[in-house]
């Protein structure tokens, strides 16, 4: 699907969010997505396999998976998005909106890092997550903890507008069909892992 047989609208789709979110200015790059990649590997995914990044963003955790044998796909509404992800491969999806542009079971993995918090009705893109997983396979959905952040930075983000919790994740999770769910508060940091 082109950008013109789509109606992309909100801030998500503007090349100014994308360039201005993931500055090098506001958002420098680091190690962080290597070691993050290698934390997930090693204690969550259990192995490589096929991979979508759903909400990629900047790509940087597309390149990141990819360098430690995943075959990594992204996803995000942004056209921009696509240009940080080469030469992986990329789909424009608007997550909110439309279903994920893969047939069901594709990917051995699921990963998608501080999304769902920026959708109205989280539960569509959810339930597209457990279709193109793979039986058997591993997702795992990181959105920050209302428990710990309710009192401001929540809304640091003028996009953030569902907030989590543990029972609010799980429960979302068993909804959309996922099985043997578990939610933990995971620090990003990696002295702490």
């Given at each position: ?49 096929s991979l979508v990044d759903v ?91 209302w428990l710990h952040i309710s ?35 995971f620090y990003q940091l990696p002295?702490?892992?």
């Amino acid at each position: 699907m082109s950008k013109k047989e789509h109606n992309y609208s909100g801030v998500f789709s503007n090349k100014a969010y994308i360039e201005k979110v993931y500055s090098n200015e506001r958002r420098p790059k680091t190690d962080y997505p290597s070691k993050f990649a290698n934390h997930l590997k090693d204690n969550y995914f259990k192995g490589t396999g096929s991979l979508v990044d759903v909400g990629c963003g900047r790509g940087d955790m597309v390149h990141a998976l990819s360098d430690v044998g995943f075959s990594a796909t992204g996803v995000d509404l942004s056209p921009t998005s696509e240009e940080f992800c080469k030469p992986h491969p990329f789909k424009i999806c608007d997550l909110a909106n439309d279903n994920l542009p893969f047939e069901d079971n594709s990917f051995n993995y699921i990963f998608s890092k501080s999304v769902i918090e920026h959708i109205r009705d989280p539960m569509p893109m959810i339930k597209e997550t457990y279709r193109v997983m793979e039986e058997g396979g591993t997702s795992v959905i990181l959105t920050p903890s209302w428990l710990h952040i309710s009192w401001g930075p929540f809304y640091l983000d003028h996009t953030h507008v569902t907030p989590w919790t543990k029972p609010s994740l799980r429960d979302a999770m068993q909804m959309a069909g996922y099985k043997d769910v578990k939610v933990y508060h995971f620090y990003q940091l990696p002295f702490l892992w």
